[in-house]
């Protein structure tokens, strides 16, 4: 039995407010709907916005219109070296999901607008200044990570990595390789 393939979603580069261009994908249905919600994707921290493509796919084979992308610095929003390169999750939230906010708008007049954040990306979707044009938000993981929150067999592990070692090689590198140490992609 052939199923019909779905079209690959479509890349892009948007600018963000200071001129910095994030780069992501869209999964666009060929007829406009306006009942049809688009659902932005926002990523954890150092995961790029791949790890959510087959999440994106099921969305849009269950009827949404679909925007991953990555923050500046990471991914399809990296250009070039990282060692001094100066990005925050301010910067990601303010600026970058902002961005992603108004392509939405512009891309998919009137079409409902759905987020879903995991872990920061669950409190970027505070940070956008045109927030209020946000339908739904569902977060996964969306907190704080406190290292006493976590389970006493892995507390000073955990303490050990976020407060010590991670500084410490952010440091001494200009950046975090986190791709190099197995953590995910580098950091800014």
């Not at 849009?60 to 399809?76: M, P, Q």
């Not at 940070?127 to 993981?141: D, E, F, Q, Y």
């Amino acid at each position: 039995m052939n199923l019909p393939t779905r079209p690959a979603p479509q890349t892009f580069c948007e600018p963000a407010a200071d001129g910095y261009p994030i780069g992501g994908f869209t999964w666009r249905h060929p007829c406009t709907d306006f009942e049809r919600p688009v659902v932005i994707i926002n990523a954890a921290t150092s995961v790029r916005c791949r790890h959510y493509s087959r999440f994106a796919d099921y969305l849009f084979a269950n009827g949404f219109d679909v925007i991953t992308y990555d923050y500046r610095g990471i991914g399809e929003s990296r250009s070039g070296a990282l060692r001094g390169f100066k990005a925050s999750w301010s910067d990601w939230g303010v600026l970058d999901f902002e961005a992603m906010l108004q392509r939405a708008q512009r891309e998919f007049p009137g079409q409902p607008i759905d987020v879903v954040g995991h872990s920061f990306g669950g409190c970027a979707t505070g940070l956008g200044a045109c927030g209020a044009v946000i339908r739904r938000i569902v977060t996964v993981g969306a907190q704080f990570a406190y290292w006493r929150d976590y389970a006493a067999s892995g507390r000073w592990r955990m303490f050990a990595k976020w407060h010590v070692v991670m500084p410490l090689v952010t440091a001494l590198c200009g950046y975090f390789p986190g791709k190099r140490m197995g953590w995910l992609e580098d950091t800014p």
